[in-house]
């Protein structure tokens, strides 16, 4: 069981440039989370998924798209990074909202240059 | 606005004592749940502990309980017997629901240093 688990661990991006975060699950969670961490700042959640084919915008969702295809998997993608995208980006999953533990991937450190 | 407040930027305690974590929080809602989080160096965060608003009685885990006073807005954390281990960022958070919209904030973290 490996709980959340996020691809890659790191990457540096050219101003521009596109890429793709993927965020894995395999605790049949219905509830999907992408947030980024920024240095001196707490969590700011972008997008979020309550189900698969499902997607919804979160607090900082500007710049950023998501797909929820399968249930396990929720995908981040940039279509033309800028500097202002660089942090530190954490997939969460949580079985059910009201309840609402949610679980943590290690993270992802992006830097755009 | 809706804010999470972690006025202590830094904390440390000796190892084997106590130490309580400040948050406050600033929301219109009435019904939200409230989190404190553990990021250590390896930068995943996990749950601590939760408290669900409506409960008046304050949660406690193992080692980790809370002060929650709703009037005062006010959810303290508060580490007892504190081990190495704990050292870490600590982030208060909540989590409302708006017009069938979710919303966490959290606020920008507390680090505690646990010395030996």
């Known amino acids: 069981n490996a709980g959340v688990t996020q691809t890659p661990k790191f990457r540096v991006l050219k101003t521009g440039q596109s890429m793709t975060l993927l965020c894995a699950q395999d605790m049949n969670h219905e509830y999907m989370y992408w947030y980024r961490q920024d240095p001196g700042m707490g969590l700011r959640l972008i997008h979020y998924s309550v189900g698969e084919g499902t997607t919804a915008k979160g607090e900082v969702p500007d710049g950023y798209n998501v797909s929820r295809l399968k249930k396990q998997n929720f995908l981040l993608g940039l279509e033309s990074a800028a500097p202002s995208q660089t942090s530190v980006y954490f997939c969460a999953s949580s079985f059910h909202l009201s309840t609402d533990t949610q679980y943590f991937g290690p993270g992802t450190r992006l830097t755009v240059l | 606005a809706q804010t999470v407040t972690q006025s202590q930027p830094e904390m440390s305690v000796q190892e084997a004592e106590t130490v309580t974590l400040s948050c406050t929080y600033d929301?219109?809602?009435?019904?939200?749940?409230l989190f404190w989080y553990k990021q250590p160096p390896s930068r995943q965060m996990i749950l601590v502990i939760r408290?669900?608003?409506?409960?008046?009685q304050n949660a406690t885990e193992n080692r980790f309980s809370v002060n929650f006073q709703k009037a005062a807005k006010s959810f303290s954390l508060k580490i007892s017997d504190s081990q190495l281990g704990d050292a870490a960022m600590y982030f208060c958070a909540y989590r409302i629901s708006t017009s069938g919209t979710y919303k966490y904030i959290f606020g920008t973290g507390t680090r505690l240093k646990v010395l030996a």
């Open positions: 929301t219109s809602e009435s019904d939200y749940y």
């Open positions: 408290q669900e608003a409506y409960k008046q």
